[in-house]
């Protein structure tokens, strides 16, 4: 928030979206907001009195390390040190909530089940309830999760360094990382059935990556949740029976 052009160094409350779609990258020569936040720039909650934040899932945009799985335990647990570090900011009052769509939806609810304790509420968007009916219903895989993924803004393509990177050595070295990233079509292709072992990623990762399947460590967090979709998103249906499922102080909007 600023007045006058200059920030205000008064602590407030901080939404931020946690993205595999590059944070923050370069359009017609301009610097623009990752995709998969509903359609709509979150900078503009800084017009309401909140901070924003956007950060790079790990193996994507200008973080370092490997994504070991789509919304795996590990990603969540990053999330869960992002959101904590952003609560103690000077800038922050403590008070931290979550908002985006589809994957950047997905992203909330794996981190609600760790708990963060400054996590308040999130606001996931079309988002997926249960992993193995999103990809592989009935044991057909959806065609959207057999592509390739190791090229382009997959692979963090134009995405801006951090600010202390002036040179973009740092982004350069977490580039090369992201090339030990699992794909999407290696990873369905040995689990057809929703209780199959992932020997690529050593446990039952339609279990690990389903909210579905992370129901009472959700509901303990306590975390608030409003759900939303549009009435012809492919997950609206999955926002009323999350919100049949779980018992968090909820709402539904569509």
Same mark, same amino acid.
């Given at each position: ?69 789509? $919304? ?37 609810d794996n981190i609600a089940q760790f708990a963060p304790p400054h996590l308040k509420a999130i606001f996931p968007g ?23 993924? $190791? ?61 579905? $399947? ?41």
């Amino acid at each position: 928030p600023a007045a006058n052009g200059k920030s205000i160094e008064t602590p407030y409350p901080v939404v931020w979206a946690y993205t595999p779609y590059r944070r923050v990258f370069l359009r017609n020569g301009a610097p623009a907001l990752s995709g998969g936040l509903g359609g709509w720039d979150v900078r503009n909650l800084t017009d309401y009195g909140y901070v924003v934040a956007v950060a790079d899932t790990r193996g994507r945009g200008a973080s370092f390390g490997a994504r070991r799985g789509m $919304q795996s335990a590990g990603e969540g647990q990053d999330g869960y040190d992002i959101n904590e570090w952003l609560a103690a900011q000077s800038w922050s009052n403590g008070k931290v909530g979550m908002a985006g769509c589809s994957y950047v939806g997905g992203t909330q609810d794996n981190i609600a089940q760790f708990a963060p304790p400054h996590l308040k509420a999130i606001f996931p968007g079309a988002t997926v309830f249960n992993r193995y009916d999103f990809v592989s219903r009935g044991g057909f895989t959806a065609q959207y999760h057999t592509r390739p993924e $190791q090229a382009g803004m997959d692979q963090g393509d134009g995405v801006l360094p951090v600010d202390e990177d002036a040179d973009g050595t740092m982004l350069k070295a977490a580039l090369k990382e992201h090339d030990g990233n699992t794909i999407m079509p290696e990873t369905w292709r040995p689990i057809p059935y929703r209780d199959d072992w992932s020997p690529l990623l050593n446990s039952r990762f339609w279990e690990e990556s389903s909210p579905s $399947q992370r129901r009472n460590e959700i509901e303990r967090s306590s975390i608030g949740m409003y759900r939303w979709a549009g009435w012809q998103d492919e997950f609206s249906a999955d926002q009323f029976v999350a919100h049949a499922n779980f018992r968090n102080p909820r709402k539904v909007l569509m």
